[in-house]
DNA sequence: TCCTAACAGAGAGCACTGCTCTCGATCACC
DNA sequence: GGTGATCGAGAGCAGTGCTCTCTGTTAGGA
């Protein structure tokens, strides 16, 4: 793709790092992700990863766009192949994707949504835009079906008028009109959604764990319509 | 409580440990946790500490079982200020409790509930017991709204009949002669409480994050009390 | 074509980490 | 009083992130 053969390598060598970065998070998950460890997989000496990725943190930020990227991809894919209609499908889809590569990729997961790593915050002006990729699937879905009349969330008294302060990209996304509770039903319905797969993923069921998490989660996936008030 | 001054002075010598671990963890985090600091702080060489804490691990675990334990506590203070015959006003409680807990202590909430931290499996014989106590409390509310006949959540369609395999402790403590759709309605409550928690303590709400947090959790108080089913 | 400047990798080094070992000093108990 | 367990100090090993210097190579301009 580029110009001098110097670029390519150079171009290869970083998709390597990347590549070689998110096998050692998927074994040994983030807070041991060793820049020593990449070099040594990369066949190459630990201050030579230095002229391609600045720091450790750095190589975090690019595996967290990294996982980003990836999670978004499956989410538009999964949303493909549902009617433009259906919304409860879609959410479902939505969700059914989060959790199938959430499940796959665990260790990315917990990069993206559990804790934050010690030590390493995410540079806002790289991650925020493909980090919000999920939720503005959600926000149009619903937004959608809004505008659809098929959405129509069980209120709940919204008092606080600042409430919805912040949030610019998604009030803008899901369009001035849409009332304060259908917003609000949609940011329990987001986090509840992380909760009910962050619950399975981290394992916070208990050792034994559900029986059939699959199927728990389809009955999740119920309740979740409901609260947000999405009509079949 | 304890005979010789060499053992009194062995349970304050470890009481420090914890002490002085829980505030590196509020300071710098689960990952950055490290036996030599703690030893510096306490004035003493590194490998003296080895003499009470096996591990860096194990440190970890002392500090999983005080938070638990400390949250455990928080939780129960704040069931003592609201009437037993209060489903709706108990399982709020519970659930600012936890909130306000996370947000006093972010670092150790995220050593609870958010992504495992890398390398650590905490050994669940000493820490299932006191990890178990908040979700108890909620069970316990919830059987006893729905022995009350105050619970009648909206049926999803239950299908799979080893759904609840594992949870012995829970089942248990829920009794046998609660259908399945009420514990699969407070598996979802259970999960979507810590989502909404976690997703502001964890920040995915975003940089600007929203406008009223507070007034936002005690929206998503209501529906998730609409959602397992508790009748006002 | 040759020269220069940017670049890539190697290697040493610093400060830090978890953890183990040995060696005196102290304490509890017989 | 003797004795064995305990405690702290210190050295040491292997690993980490990161910086520095040095050498070889490559790309682009004169």
């Known amino acids: 793709m580029a110009g001098t053969p ?23 998950g983030a807070a041991a992700l060793s ?78 949504f559990g804790g934050p790593v010690p030590g390493y915050r995410a540079p806002a002006e790289q991650t925020t835009v493909p980090g919000t990729r999920v939720v503005l699937a959600l926000v149009r879905v619903w937004s959608e079906a809004y505008a659809a009349g098929r959405l129509a969330p069980p209120p709940a008294e919204v008092a606080s008028p ?27 319905a987001w986090a509840a ?6 619950w399975e993923i981290f394992g916070q069921y208990g050792p034994d764990g559900v029986g059939d998490p699959e199927a728990l989660f389809e009955l999740h996936l119920v309740r979740l319509s409901a609260a947000v008030g999405l009509i079949d």
């Open 162 to 188: 600042g409430l919805l302060a912040g949030f610019a990209a998604v009030r803008e996304e899901i369009g001035a009109d849409v009332p304060d509770d259908v917003v609000a039903a949609a940011l329990f």
């Open 6 to 28: 110097r670029d390519r390598a150079r171009a290869r060598t970083m998709a390597d790092i990347v590549r070689i970065g998110r096998q050692h998070l998927a074994t040994d």
């Open 193 to 198: 959604l992380f909760g009910c797969i962050s």
């Open 35 to 112: 820049l020593r460890a990449v070099a040594r997989d990369l066949g190459v000496v630990s201050s030579a990863v230095y002229r391609y990725v600045k720091s450790r943190d750095e190589l975090l930020t690019l595996l967290v766009v990294d996982g980003y990227d990836e999670l978004g991809d499956a989410v538009d894919r999964a949303l493909d192949e549902v009617a433009a209609d259906d919304f409860v499908g879609r959410q479902s889809a939505i969700a059914r994707a989060v959790r199938a590569w959430g499940l796959a990729e665990p260790a990315t997961y917990a990069l993206l």
